[in-house]
C-alpha cells in the first residue's frame, strides 16, 4: 500500500441553488489494516468535537499508520456555522434520526450520508462535548470497542445504551465497535481537552495496533459507571451553579445544593438542582452563571454508589 491523505467533497443536497457537501478526510496506512471512522461536530453547538478530529488528521502520520482512517471534521455543517445543537433549516437532531433518509429533509439526508462513510467500518468514535454553556468529561463505553474506552483514557466511563437514532445505536446494529467522547465544551480547560481527545485518540490507534508502540495504561481509578443522570431543568431562567470545570470528577454528598435557577425579572428562585446519588461523580458542569431552557443539559452525575473499577 502507498500511504496518502486524499480530501473528498461528498454532497448531500442542495439548497437555494447552493451545494452542501461533507468534506472527508482519508489517510491511507503504509501498512493494511482496520478501518477507523471519526466524525466531529455532529451537534453543531459542541466545536471541540470537530476542532478535535481536524488536529487528528493533521498529526497522523500515513507513513507509521496501519489500516485506514475515515475522518468528517464537521459532520453537520449548517449547525456548526450557526453553533446550534439541531440543524438551522429544519430544526432536526441528526444524532436521533439515524440512518436517515435520502429522501428526507437536510439533516435526514446528512445522516444517510453520515451512514455510507461509516458502512464497512471496523471502529468508529464520535466526538462530542458540552454545548457552548456546559463542560463535560467522560466517554461511553460498548462491549463492542471497550478496549478502545479504556484507551482513550477518561476517568468515567458510562456504560449505558446509545440515544434511540443516535450514530453510535446505528454502527453497534451494523456491528462496529465504537465509542463516544464527550470532553470539553463550555468554553473552559479548552487546550486541555484538545490534547486529551488528541492524545486519548493516539492512544486508541496504539491499542488497536493502527500507530506502533504499547497503548499508555489507563488513569488509576478509571471507573465504569451504569447510571449517568443529566439533571434537566423543568424551568427556564438564570442558572447560578457552584459545580463548573474545576469541580469535574468530584464526588459529591447526595443532597447538596449544586445550583439554583432564578428569574432574571424577580430574582425569584424557580428551583434547586441537587446531587442525587452518594456520593455522585459531577461530568458535566456549567460556570457560576449561566441561561438554561427546559429540559436543558443542567448538570450531570454519575452514580458513585455503583462505579466499579474498568
Ligand atoms: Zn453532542
Same mark, same amino acid.
Given at each position: 500500500?502507498?500511504?496518502?491523505?486524499?480530501?473528498?467533497?461528498?454532497?448531500?443536497?442542495?439548497?437555494?441553488?447552493?451545494?452542501?457537501?461533507?468534506?472527508?478526510?482519508?489517510?491511507?496506512?503504509? &501498512?493494511?489494516?482496520?478501518?477507523?471512522?471519526?466524525?466531529?461536530?455532529?451537534?453543531?453547538?459542541?466545536?471541540?468535537?470537530?476542532?478535535?478530529?481536524?488536529?487528528?488528521?493533521?498529526?497522523?502520520?500515513?507513513?507509521?499508520?496501519?489500516?485506514?482512517?475515515?475522518?468528517?471534521?464537521?459532520?453537520?455543517?449548517? &449547525?456548526?456555522?450557526?453553533?446550534?445543537?439541531?440543524?438551522?433549516?429544519?430544526?432536526?437532531?441528526?444524532?436521533?434520526?439515524?440512518?436517515?433518509?435520502?429522501?428526507?429533509?437536510?439533516?435526514?439526508?446528512?445522516?444517510?450520508?453520515?451512514?455510507?462513510?461509516?458502512?464497512?467500518?471496523?471502529?468508529?468514535?464520535?466526538?462530542?462535548?458540552?454545548?457552548?454553556?456546559?463542560?463535560?468529561?467522560?466517554?461511553?463505553?460498548?462491549?463492542?470497542?471497550?478496549?478502545?474506552?479504556?484507551?482513550?483514557?477518561?476517568?468515567?466511563?458510562?456504560?449505558?445504551?446509545?440515544?434511540?437514532?443516535?450514530?453510535?445505536?446505528?454502527?453497534?446494529?451494523?456491528?462496529?465497535?465504537?465509542?463516544?467522547?464527550?470532553?470539553?465544551?463550555?468554553?473552559?480547560?479548552?487546550?486541555?481537552?484538545?490534547?486529551?481527545?488528541?492524545?486519548?485518540?493516539?492512544?486508541?490507534?496504539?491499542?488497536?495496533?493502527?500507530?506502533?508502540?504499547?497503548?499508555?495504561?489507563?488513569?488509576?481509578?478509571?471507573?465504569?459507571?451504569?447510571?449517568?443522570?443529566?439533571?434537566?431543568?423543568?424551568?427556564?431562567?438564570?442558572?447560578?451553579?457552584?459545580?463548573?470545570?474545576?469541580?469535574?470528577?468530584?464526588?459529591?454528598?447526595?443532597?447538596?445544593?449544586?445550583?439554583?435557577?432564578?428569574?432574571?425579572?424577580?430574582?425569584?428562585?424557580?428551583?434547586?438542582?441537587?446531587?442525587?446519588?452518594?456520593?455522585?461523580?459531577?461530568?458535566?458542569?456549567?460556570?457560576?452563571?449561566?441561561?438554561?431552557?427546559?429540559?436543558?443539559?443542567?448538570?450531570?452525575?454519575?452514580?458513585?454508589?455503583?462505579?466499579?473499577?474498568?
Amino acid at each position: 500500500m502507498t500511504a496518502a491523505h486524499t480530501v473528498e467533497q461528498v454532497p448531500v443536497t442542495t439548497l437555494a441553488g447552493h451545494l452542501l457537501e461533507l468534506t472527508v478526510h482519508t489517510l491511507r496506512g503504509a &501498512a493494511p489494516g482496520p478501518r477507523l471512522v471519526l466524525f466531529g461536530g455532529i451537534h453543531g453547538d459542541e466545536p471541540m468535537g470537530s476542532e478535535t478530529v481536524r488536529r487528528i488528521v493533521e498529526t497522523i502520520d500515513t507513513a507509521e499508520l496501519s489500516g485506514t482512517i475515515v475522518a468528517v471534521p464537521v459532520a453537520n455543517p449548517y &449547525a456548526l456555522q450557526a453553533l446550534t445543537r439541531n440543524t438551522p433549516i429544519d430544526g432536526v437532531n441528526l444524532n436521533r434520526i439515524f440512518p436517515g433518509t435520502r429522501t428526507g429533509t437536510v439533516t435526514e439526508q446528512v445522516a444517510a450520508v453520515l451512514c455510507e462513510i461509516l458502512s464497512g467500518a471496523d471502529h468508529f468514535i464520535d466526538f462530542h462535548s458540552g454545548g457552548i454553556l456546559a463542560t463535560v468529561d467522560y466517554a461511553y463505553i460498548h462491549d463492542a470497542g471497550a478496549e478502545m474506552s479504556r484507551a482513550f483514557g477518561c476517568s468515567v466511563l458510562y456504560k449505558g445504551k446509545p440515544y434511540p437514532g443516535s450514530a453510535t445505536g446505528w454502527a453497534l446494529e451494523q456491528g462496529i465497535a465504537c465509542m463516544v467522547s464527550e470532553l470539553g465544551g463550555g468554553g473552559q480547560r479548552i487546550e486541555e481537552f484538545l490534547d486529551r481527545g488528541i492524545g486519548g485518540t493516539l492512544n486508541v490507534l496504539r491499542a488497536l495496533g493502527m500507530l506502533p508502540g504499547a497503548p499508555v495504561p489507563p488513569p488509576p481509578g478509571q471507573v465504569v459507571v451504569e447510571t449517568l443522570t443529566v439533571l434537566r431543568p423543568t424551568v427556564g431562567g438564570t442558572m447560578l451553579s457552584s459545580y463548573g470545570a474545576a469541580q469535574i470528577g468530584e464526588r459529591i454528598p447526595k443532597g447538596t445544593v449544586l445550583a439554583r435557577i432564578v428569574s432574571p425579572f424577580t430574582s425569584e428562585e424557580l428551583e434547586v438542582l441537587t446531587a442525587p446519588y452518594e456520593p455522585s461523580i459531577l461530568v458535566l458542569g456549567r460556570e457560576p452563571l449561566t441561561n438554561v431552557t427546559p429540559g436543558d443539559y443542567g448538570l450531570m452525575l454519575a452514580d458513585g454508589s455503583t462505579a466499579k473499577p474498568a
